[in-house]
């Protein structure tokens, strides 16, 4: 009893003694901490100040971003992640005005509790990460995501066996292979977004799956090109969440994923997975989210078996698939957990929506893709009361919009029936929406006026998109709309002849087409204000006169359409640059301002065809790295052509047709590697070809017609440009014979080389032109400097395409006839007004492809080949003024 009574007094002496101990610690830091603290903020750039507070007093528990243990003053937590703006997952806004940058300096491994580190959302510009985090054993949570660290990843934070949670997401870092993954037995939560994974791409299945503790994997745009089509067993016995989009594995879909029954989360869009969708996924138990293909052609699931599934669990479903086909069941109705509904179908689809769906009483985002359903929106739609996203995209919907429709669908924030057949007038119920913020009814045949009265109510708007509609825009001069647009685009309806006054009050718009919407006049001064906010602009295909300011403000990397108007005077100087400048086919004039390039660094696509511009092309353009299609044709430039063009290396497309040009062709253009259409024709150019253009192997068009080029057409046009679609060097003074090497170019379609001093017989070998040989029966709408500009954030990814079309003039029944949209099926042999002798080649005839063929203007001899016949698709033929002889064979 004595001794018990003893024992318990030790042990309350103990406990006194301890606690007591903690009553004396001050809650401040230890000064250990604080001096490693201040020494790891030494090596920091802090351009707006942030850890201010790191100076005031000497408690650094107080500081920003410290926590500490609020009994040792251990500091337990550094959180120094900054951000600009809202960010989703990994991905953020960085604001360099506000971001830590410089190095991290060794005295951070003195905080040897702390646990959690996020360094997050900085600038530290390609910094590697320090393996001396790797000793910080007592790390829980470490998030170095977005930090501007690259190189690659240190396979010391393998030593961090407490961790947790791991973010390192990145385009800046790589990994040579993920086996110090394994040394982590407590990692529940890994997110890798865009780190390069490609060196580790054999094994990272095995090494994950070595992770039974793993809840959350998050491996988005990886570089990822392998996955384990089979496991000898699935480890993955705790995953929730598995991101593996934007990757390519080009292989089917393992079963082994649809096996992992804890999965919650599954993301496998744009990985270039093809083959059916596995029908186990439908059983998967706690499955809430499925996002499967974004990938053309790959995917593919028949609807109704694949939703005829249990998916008892289902809140978001996701198929943009290549090919689902199949109506959608009635079955659809058992999904009654389902929130956000995504499908994407196949162009031959055609059902309809079954009633059942409005069994989802929580359903709040409904998108359906090409659909085909032929019938009238269904009038049953408003008992989805819970609807804030509406998507019923090229779904050959028909009829009007029902009023009804609108008027019960109070919460509704998005609705796009764009693409489909719908007629009559937009409902003024309409404007009961007051929550709409997105209206995409383009592409249909809605007719009659819109007035300010539609949208009195629509406060929260911030896209208008009612392109392609023979709408009538008429709202009251004064007219002052109650929302700020983010976008509007109105092309192809009835706005003019004024330029909408209303547009004034928009101070939020940052992408506006207002194309072929019969505009004239003068654009009033208060309008340019408004374009350097503007990331888009397309005008074009108007009537609109008068000239430019002389300093036109634009937004950096601005996409401006000016095309097919009347505007006049001198191009202005453009500030803040631009990625996308069309100015052609107006009345511009005078010369390319000298400084024209100095705030163009990023342009990529210029056209000014199709003016008055006059004096010679500025050398200074070598100064746009950046630019991928130049067109100055139809205009008056003279001079030479610059030879600094040369280093525009990133050029793949080159017009400059139809001006008054001299000199020779650069040698220096054999620098553009890229180049693959050169139009230099309708100029006064002269010389040779020159031998360095033979370096341009990505050539499909060169046009040298109508010049003074002499000289022999060169053999290595043949052998240097395996892709050449067309050679047309038409009207020159080019002397030799035809060189037979031409004859091997497997793509040629459209040869001309009429109306030069050529001599000598034609080549007789023809089994190589395989593209005159077979019929051209598909459209490739060729276009080169394409460029798809994608606008995040506000702008709900909408994109925009531009590019230089390819054009072409042929000699037809006596007329120049011009193609550009079907070039690509356009197959001509045209050899005429030469001196060619000899007899038309038998060989000829198998070149069943063919529509146009002129030999006319000759010497040619003997007769008309029988098997002419053959060549049924001809439409225009021509012999004459030559000496053939014979009779006219008959069709065959």
């Not at 961790?163 to 890994?190: E, G, H, Q, V």
């Not at 937009?426 to 209206?439: E, K, R, V």
């Not at 929260?460 to 004064?478: E, I, R, T, Y």
Request: glycine share 8%; aromatic share 10%; with cysteine.
């Amino acid at each position: 009893m004595e001794r018990r009574s003893f024992l318990v007094s030790l042990f309350l002496i103990k406990v006194i003694i301890y606690w007591g101990g903690f009553w004396m610690v001050s809650s401040n830091c230890l000064d250990s901490e604080r001096k490693a603290l201040t020494t790891f903020r030494k090596a920091l750039n802090d351009p707006s100040n942030l850890l201010s507070s790191w100076d005031d007093g000497s408690d650094c528990c107080k500081w920003r971003g410290i926590t500490c243990h609020n009994m040792t003053g251990y500091v337990l937590k550094l959180d120094l992640h900054t951000y600009n703006g809202s960010y989703l997952d990994d991905g953020g806004l960085l604001d360099p005005a506000f971001s830590l940058s410089g190095g991290i300096d060794p005295a951070l491994v003195e905080l040897k509790h702390l646990q959690f580190l996020d360094l997050s959302f900085n600038g530290f510009n390609g910094t590697r990460i320090p393996d001396f985090l790797g000793s910080m054993k007592e790390l829980r949570h470490l998030n170095l995501s977005w930090a501007g660290f690259g190189g690659t990843i240190p396979h010391q934070l393998g030593n961090l066996s407490h961790l947790i949670s791991l973010r390192l997401s990145s385009d800046s870092l790589s990994a040579k292979n993920l086996w110090w993954l394994t040394s982590l037995p407590s990692l529940k939560y890994l997110r890798m977004s865009d780190v390069n994974l490609s060196m580790a791409t054999h094994d990272w299945v095995h090494v994950m799956n070595m992770s039974p503790s793993l809840v959350e994997l998050i491996l988005p745009g990886c570089g990822l090109s392998y996955i384990s089509p089979t496991l000898p067993s699935v480890n993955f016995t705790s995953l929730r969440v598995f991101y593996l989009s934007s990757n390519n594995f080009y292989s089917s879909i393992p079963n082994w994923i649809a096996n992992i029954s804890s999965l919650s989360y599954l993301d496998l869009r744009y990985s270039n997975f093809h083959g059916p969708v596995p029908y186990q996924f439908s059983q998967l138990p706690n499955l809430e989210e499925l996002l499967l293909g974004g990938d053309a052609n790959k995917l593919s699931a028949n609807c109704s078996e694949l939703l005829e599934g249990s998916w008892s669990r289902i809140k978001l479903l996701l198929l943009y698939l290549g090919n689902l086909y199949g109506e959608i069941p009635v079955s659809i109705g058992n999904m009654t957990s389902l929130e956000s509904l995504y499908l994407s179908f196949d162009e031959n689809t055609r059902g309809s929506i079954p009633r059942a769906i409005t069994k989802f009483i929580n359903l709040e985002i409904l998108e359906l893709y090409g659909y085909h359903m032929h019938v009238a929106i269904p009038d049953w739609l408003p008992e989805l009361k819970n609807l804030r996203r509406l998507v019923l995209q090229d779904c050959m919907l028909l009829g009007p919009i029902p009023a009804v429709l609108l008027g019960g669908l109070s919460s509704l924030e998005y609705f796009d029936l764009s693409s489909n057949q719908l007629n009559g007038t937009i409902p003024t119920t309409l404007g009961q929406l007051s929550n709409l913020s997105f209206l995409d009814l383009s592409y249909n045949s809605l007719t009659g006026i819109v007035s300010e009265s539609l949208f009195e109510n629509l406060k929260n708007l911030n896209f208008l998109l009612l392109s392609s509609n023979p709408l009538v825009f008429d709202p009251h001069p004064d007219w002052a709309p109650p929302f700020q647009l983010y976008m509007i685009s109105l092309t192809s309806s009835h706005l003019g002849p004024r330029f909408p006054p209303w547009l004034r009050t928009q101070k939020s718009i940052q992408m506006l087409d207002l194309s072929n919407s019969t505009i004239s006049g003068i654009i009033p001064t208060w309008f340019w204000d408004l374009t350097s906010q503007l990331v888009s602009l397309n005008l074009s295909n108007n009537n609109i006169s008068g000239q430019l300011p002389n300093i036109l403000k634009l937004q950096s990397q601005a996409n401006i359409d000016l095309s097919w108007n009347n505007f006049s005077g001198p191009i202005p100087c453009i500030l803040n640059g631009a990625t996308i400048l069309d100015l052609s086919n107006n009345q511009f004039s005078g010369q390319i301002p000298p400084n024209f390039t100095s705030t163009l660094h990023d342009l990529e696509i210029f056209s000014a065809k199709g003016n008055q511009i006059s004096g010679i092309i500025p050398s200074s353009i070598e100064e746009i790295n950046s630019l991928t299609a130049l067109d100055l044709s139809q205009n008056n430039i003279s001079g030479i052509i610059p030879s600094r063009l040369g280093n525009c290396v990133a050029l793949e497309a080159l017009d400059l047709s139809k001006n008054r040009l001299s000199g020779g062709i650069p040698r220096s253009l054999g620098l553009l590697r890229r180049l693959q259409t050169l139009h230099l024709s309708n100029n006064a150019l002269s010389g040779k070809i020159p031998l360095p253009l033979k370096k341009c192997p990505s050539l499909e068009t060169l046009d040298l017609g109508y010049n003074n080029f002499s000289g022999h057409i060169p053999t290595w046009i043949g052998e240097s440009f395996p892709a050449l679609r067309i050679m047309r060097l038409r009207s020159n003074m080019f002397t030799g014979n035809i060189p037979p090497q031409l004859f091997n170019l497997a793509s040629l379609q459209f040869l001309d080389v009429a109306q030069n001093f050529l001599s000598g017989s034609i080549p007789q070998s023809f089994e190589n032109l395989m593209a005159m040989k077979n019929e051209q029966k598909i459209n490739l709408f060729l276009t080169y400097g394409e460029m798809e500009t994608t606008y995040n954030g506000k702008n709900f990814g909408l994109t925009e395409t531009s590019y230089y079309m390819e054009n072409l003039l042929v000699s037809m029944k006596g007329q120049m006839l011009e193609y550009t949209r079907t070039v690509s099926l356009v197959t001509c042999m045209d050899l005429s007004t030469n001196n060619l002798s000899g007899v038309i080649p038998e060989g000829l005839t198998s070149l069943l492809g063919l529509r146009v063929l002129n030999l006319s203007g000759n010497h040619l001899t003997g007769e008309i080949p029988d098997k002419i016949g053959k060549l049924t698709l001809l439409e225009s033929l021509d012999f004459s003024k030559n000496q053939l002889s014979g009779k006219i064979p008959s069709r065959n």
